[in-house]
Protein backbone atom coordinates (compact mmCIF):
# COMPACT_ATOMS: atom_id res chain seq x y z
CA UNK A 1 0.00 0.00 0.00
CA UNK A 2 1.39 2.83 -0.98
CA UNK A 3 1.67 6.33 1.09
CA UNK A 4 -0.76 8.73 -0.91
CA UNK A 5 -2.77 6.09 -2.00
CA UNK A 6 -6.89 6.78 -0.83
CA UNK A 7 -6.70 3.69 1.64
CA UNK A 8 -3.46 4.32 2.76
CA UNK A 9 -5.14 5.95 6.27
CA UNK A 10 -7.12 2.57 7.02
CA UNK A 11 -4.05 0.54 6.10
CA UNK A 12 -2.05 2.49 8.80
CA UNK A 13 -4.62 2.52 11.60
CA UNK A 14 -5.04 -1.35 10.98
CA UNK A 15 -1.06 -1.49 10.80
CA UNK A 16 -0.97 0.43 14.20
CA UNK A 17 -3.83 -1.99 15.52
CA UNK A 18 -1.68 -4.12 18.54
CA UNK A 19 -4.89 -6.42 19.04
CA UNK A 20 -6.13 -8.82 16.56
CA UNK A 21 -9.46 -7.68 16.29
CA UNK A 22 -10.62 -3.84 15.60
CA UNK A 23 -14.20 -3.04 15.16
CA UNK A 24 -14.70 0.35 13.13
CA UNK A 25 -17.83 2.11 12.06
CA UNK A 26 -18.02 3.24 8.50
CA UNK A 27 -18.13 7.00 9.49
CA UNK A 28 -14.91 6.32 11.59
CA UNK A 29 -13.73 4.82 8.55
CA UNK A 30 -14.68 7.83 6.43
CA UNK A 31 -12.84 10.22 8.96
CA UNK A 32 -9.54 8.58 8.30
CA UNK A 33 -9.74 8.84 4.27
CA UNK A 34 -9.30 11.91 2.45
CA UNK A 35 -12.43 11.26 0.76
CA UNK A 36 -15.59 9.72 1.55
CA UNK A 37 -16.26 5.86 0.78
CA UNK A 38 -18.51 5.14 -1.84
CA UNK A 39 -22.36 5.10 -1.42
CA UNK A 40 -22.12 1.31 -2.00
CA UNK A 41 -19.99 0.60 0.92
CA UNK A 42 -22.82 1.59 3.10
CA UNK A 43 -25.16 -0.73 1.99
CA UNK A 44 -23.08 -3.89 -0.10
CA UNK A 45 -21.66 -6.23 1.47
CA UNK A 46 -19.56 -7.37 -1.67
CA UNK A 47 -17.89 -3.90 -1.16
CA UNK A 48 -16.10 -5.16 1.70
CA UNK A 49 -14.91 -8.64 0.41
CA UNK A 50 -11.54 -9.77 1.01
CA UNK A 51 -10.47 -10.86 -2.18
CA UNK A 52 -7.37 -8.95 -3.61
CA UNK A 53 -8.37 -8.51 -7.11
CA UNK A 54 -7.14 -4.75 -7.67
CA UNK A 55 -9.94 -3.70 -5.19
CA UNK A 56 -7.59 -1.08 -3.46
CA UNK A 57 -10.13 -0.63 -0.45
CA UNK A 58 -9.22 -4.76 0.07
CA UNK A 59 -5.55 -4.23 -0.27
CA UNK A 60 -5.50 -1.37 2.69
CA UNK A 61 -6.75 -4.35 5.01
CA UNK A 62 -5.07 -7.34 3.62
CA UNK A 63 -1.68 -6.19 3.72
CA UNK A 64 -1.74 -4.75 7.22
CA UNK A 65 -2.36 -7.88 8.14
CA UNK A 66 -6.29 -7.98 8.40
CA UNK A 67 -9.36 -9.52 7.11
CA UNK A 68 -13.01 -8.03 7.26
CA UNK A 69 -14.71 -10.82 9.67
CA UNK A 70 -18.37 -8.87 10.49
CA UNK A 71 -20.14 -6.35 8.51
CA UNK A 72 -22.86 -5.46 10.46
CA UNK A 73 -24.73 -2.87 7.74
CA UNK A 74 -27.48 -2.37 10.02
CA UNK A 75 -25.12 -0.80 12.69
CA UNK A 76 -22.53 0.25 10.08
CA UNK A 77 -19.98 -1.21 11.53
CA UNK A 78 -17.18 -3.00 9.79
CA UNK A 79 -15.12 -5.38 12.38
CA UNK A 80 -11.65 -6.39 11.27
CA UNK A 81 -9.38 -9.58 12.35
CA UNK A 82 -6.12 -11.03 11.68
CA UNK A 83 -6.65 -14.56 10.49
CA UNK A 84 -5.09 -17.12 12.80
CA UNK A 85 -2.33 -19.33 10.83
CA UNK A 86 -2.28 -23.31 12.01
CA UNK A 87 1.37 -24.38 11.57
CA UNK A 88 0.99 -28.25 10.36
CA UNK A 89 4.59 -30.33 11.50
CA UNK A 90 5.25 -33.57 11.36
CA UNK A 91 6.29 -36.02 14.62
CA UNK A 92 7.91 -38.83 15.12
CA UNK A 93 7.43 -40.29 18.45
CA UNK A 94 5.24 -37.72 20.01
CA UNK A 95 7.73 -34.90 19.65
CA UNK A 96 7.97 -32.51 16.38
CA UNK A 97 10.14 -33.48 13.59
CA UNK A 98 12.90 -30.60 13.92
CA UNK A 99 12.66 -30.11 9.86
CA UNK A 100 12.50 -27.11 7.83
CA UNK A 101 9.10 -26.70 8.05
CA UNK A 102 8.84 -27.08 11.63
CA UNK A 103 11.69 -24.87 12.23
CA UNK A 104 10.27 -22.00 10.14
CA UNK A 105 6.51 -22.73 11.74
CA UNK A 106 8.26 -21.60 14.92
CA UNK A 107 10.02 -19.14 14.04
CA UNK A 108 7.18 -17.51 12.57
CA UNK A 109 4.99 -18.54 15.44
CA UNK A 110 7.45 -16.43 18.03
CA UNK A 111 6.81 -13.29 15.08
CA UNK A 112 10.12 -13.54 14.73
CA UNK A 113 12.96 -12.12 12.14
CA UNK A 114 15.28 -14.62 10.94
CA UNK A 115 18.09 -12.61 12.54
CA UNK A 116 15.63 -12.34 15.60
CA UNK A 117 15.55 -15.85 15.71
CA UNK A 118 19.13 -16.55 15.37
CA UNK A 119 19.69 -14.54 18.63
CA UNK A 120 16.92 -16.60 20.97
CA UNK A 121 19.26 -20.28 19.09
CA UNK A 122 22.82 -18.60 19.77
CA UNK A 123 23.59 -19.09 16.08
CA UNK A 124 24.14 -16.74 13.12
CA UNK A 125 21.37 -16.08 10.34
CA UNK A 126 23.12 -17.30 7.79
CA UNK A 127 22.14 -20.88 9.71
CA UNK A 128 18.54 -20.44 10.64
CA UNK A 129 18.12 -19.86 6.34
CA UNK A 130 20.16 -22.91 5.92
CA UNK A 131 17.64 -24.74 8.25
CA UNK A 132 14.18 -23.24 7.25
CA UNK A 133 15.56 -23.81 3.39
CA UNK A 134 16.66 -28.09 4.23
CA UNK A 135 20.07 -27.09 3.72
CA UNK A 136 20.98 -28.91 6.73
CA UNK A 137 19.45 -30.07 9.75
CA UNK A 138 20.10 -29.02 13.59
CA UNK A 139 22.24 -31.15 15.12
CA UNK A 140 20.49 -33.54 18.05
CA UNK A 141 21.68 -30.78 21.17
CA UNK A 142 19.80 -28.15 18.72
CA UNK A 143 16.88 -29.85 18.24
CA UNK A 144 16.75 -30.40 22.23
CA UNK A 145 16.77 -26.63 22.53
CA UNK A 146 14.63 -25.99 19.97
CA UNK A 147 12.07 -28.20 21.73
CA UNK A 148 12.75 -26.22 24.97
CA UNK A 149 11.96 -22.92 23.56
CA UNK A 150 8.94 -23.98 21.62
CA UNK A 151 7.65 -25.43 25.07
CA UNK A 152 8.54 -21.81 26.93
CA UNK A 153 6.96 -19.95 24.16
CA UNK A 154 3.48 -22.27 23.98
CA UNK A 155 3.87 -23.93 20.60
CA UNK A 156 1.18 -25.90 19.76
CA UNK A 157 1.37 -26.78 16.38
CA UNK A 158 -1.50 -29.41 14.40
CA UNK A 159 0.52 -32.62 13.32
CA UNK A 160 -0.28 -34.10 10.06
CA UNK A 161 -0.89 -37.59 11.37
CA UNK A 162 -3.83 -35.49 13.37
CA UNK A 163 -5.27 -33.92 10.57
CA UNK A 164 -8.99 -34.96 9.37
CA UNK A 165 -8.79 -37.36 6.50
CA UNK A 166 -11.66 -36.83 3.52
CA UNK A 167 -14.63 -39.24 3.38
CA UNK A 168 -15.34 -40.03 -0.15
Do not use: C
Amino acid sequence: MKPGSKYYPLYERLSQNEGDTLALTIDEIEALLPTKLPSSARVNRSWWSNRNSGALQATAWIEAGYLTEIIDLDTQTITFKKPQETYVVQQVNGQIKWDKLAIRSLRKYMKMTQSQFAETMGVRRQTISEWENGVYLPDRSTMKHLGLVAEKESFEPLFEDELPTEIE
